[in-house]
């Protein structure tokens, strides 16, 4: 199953209609600052393989302390075959 980037919080025990709303909006801020993070995400340059892997994950390898196999450049990582293809 795929990791999950966002996990509802929990609701707050209450009939206080105040406490609902600030609950509700401090989920959607969450929402909101998660969805800006994926349409502004930046890869970073690796020089190790990451720890959790992922199909779909593209990576920057440094190709020098880590080289998923033609140098420096763009990988995707395939769970399927347990492999990293070179991107560019």
Known sequence: MAE??????????TDSEAELRRWLLQELQRVGNIMQELAVQQVTEHNAAPKKLRTGMVVLADGTNWNPGSGRGYYGYDAATAAWRFLG
């Open 4 to 13: 999950r980037i966002y996990v509802q919080g929990v609701p707050p025990q």
